[in-house]
């Protein structure tokens, strides 16, 4: 069975500071693995990643993979109020008939407090 | 860029009633779509899979009978939670998969439906 496990669970930081969200992951044919973020509603599309050590940045959000060691890292620099949400992580893989699914960790819980 | 329309975006209904959520995909053909239940302050968890034009493919411990997903078109997807209890309360999502220029697929999600069973 598909797993996806992030880390820590929950987070409260100050308006300013870093944060690094984890995932690691075992799965079988793996395709990609992507971030989103999540706030009231649906889970809103940060990243996708499917190549190992490339960095991938948007804003003051960054993301890398480690195949090596099945895991990524969500990075978030000066963090902002507005960046309190859940962070989820999801990953890619190839199921029977050319078909694919994701399958989601738990989330990750940010506060940012001002 | 690709974008579902999920509706409703919240409905409240009572115990033994059915109720249809339906999640369209706006300017692309969605030919899988993927639907998540979520519970409060946790992740989504995939309940089933539907292909245009063939039966959906369920998740281990999800009933068949009480979640019936259509997928009739190219761009309408529809899950029916029949028999509604308030254990059905929840927040359920579509996804569908889009093909991307490169190569491989994006994922785009409906805005979700909260469904409070009474």
Known sequence: EDKVVQSPLSLVVHEGDT???NCSYEVTNFRSL???KQEKKAPTFLFMLTSSGIEKKSGRLSSILDKKELSSILNITATQTGDSAIY???VEAEVA???SKLTFGKGITLSVRP | GAVVSQH???VICKSGTSVKIECRSLDFQATTMFWYRQFPKQ????MATSNEGSKATYEQGVEKDKFLINHASLTLSTLTVTSAHPEDSSFY??????GRRWGGY???FGSGTRLTVV
């Open chain 1, 19 to 21: 944060v690094t969200l």
């Open chain 1, 34 to 36: 992507l971030w989103y």
């Open chain 1, 88 to 90: 989820l992580c999801a």
């Open chain 1, 97 to 99: 008939g050319a078909n």
């Open chain 2, 8 to 10: 409703p975006s919240w």
């Open chain 2, 43 to 46: 992740s989504l968890m995939l």
């Open chain 2, 93 to 98: 999502i579509c996804s569908a998969r889009v």
């Open chain 2, 106 to 108: 994006g994922y785009t």
